[in-house]
T-cell receptor, first 112, second 111 residues
Framework: DVKVTQSSRYLVKRTGEKVFLECVQD?????MFWYRQDPGLGLRLIYF???????EKGDIPEGYSVSREKKERFSLILESASTNQTSMYLC???????????FGSGTRLTVV | QKEVEQNSGPLSVPEGAIASLNCTYSDRGSQSFFWYRQYSGKSPELIMFIYSNGDKEDGRFTAQLNKASQYVSLLIRDSQPSDSATYLCAVNHFGNEKLTFGTGTRLTIIP
């Protein structure tokens, strides 16, 4: 089974801090994604990557950046955390062409 | 109009009955359709996918696809309390690696 591992299950950060969320997958998938999930708003795509060093903006990239230096690792960076970035963050990977996403267990981030 | 629409619920179904979850999509180029189950506080897990018109069965779950009507559904037979969760519908357009998700239907199975 594909395993997608997110480094932290719960995280509390202060406003203005730079925050790194890490995601690692073990199945050599090209495609990796970062979503945030908020009640009533569903899953919203922040950034995705088709390959190493490739990245594309999703629907809500403002305030975020990403890094993909190795195929298995896709990092989400909150440049200067704000309270409206308090959310559940979900990483996912997908093989090319077919199949659904496999999600990580999620990181619940609280910015105070 | 949202690309993928689901009734948010909550949908309440007695234990042992059939739960029917529905999803409509707007992009006629959509080719792959997925159902995810998400327990409260957990991440979504894939339970079914379907590519062709008709029915696809897997245990107590049946996915139904009607591309002409742009409609996909999930039936859960012999519903159990453990089926209580939010069910997310997702679709994929050929050549696009992203999935587009609905906002989910919250299902409650009443013992």
């Amino acid at each position: 089974d594909v395993k997608v591992t997110q480094s932290s299950r719960y995280l509390v950060k202060r406003t203005g801090e730079k925050v790194f969320l890490e995601c690692v997958q073990d199945m050599d998938h090209e495609n990796m994604f970062w979503y945030r999930q908020d009640p009533g708003l569903g899953l919203r795509l922040i950034y995705f990557s088709y390959d190493v060093k490739m990245k594309e903006k999703g629907d809500i990239p403002e305030g975020y950046s990403v890094s993909r230096e190795k195929k298995e690792r896709f990092s989400l960076i909150l440049e200067s955390a704000s309270t409206n970035q308090t959310s559940m963050y979900l990483c996912a990977s997908r093989p090319p062409g077919a199949g659904g996403y496999t999600f990580g267990s999620g990181t619940r981030l609280t910015v105070v | 109009q949202k690309e993928v629409e689901q009734n948010s619920g909550p949908l309440s179904v007695p234990e042992g009955a059939i739960a029917s979850l529905n999803c409509t999509y707007s992009d006629r180029g959509s080719q792959s359709f997925f159902w995810y189950r998400q327990y409260s506080g957990k991440s979504p897990e894939l339970i079914m996918f379907i590519y062709s018109n008709g029915d696809k069965e897997d245990g107590r779950f049946t996915a139904q696809l009607n591309k002409a009507s742009q409609y996909v559904s999930l039936l859960i037979r012999d519903s159990q309390p453990s089926d209580s969760a939010t069910y997310l519908c997702a679709v994929n357009h050929f050549g696009n690696e992203k999935l587009t998700f609905g906002t989910g239907t919250r299902l409650t199975i009443i013992p």
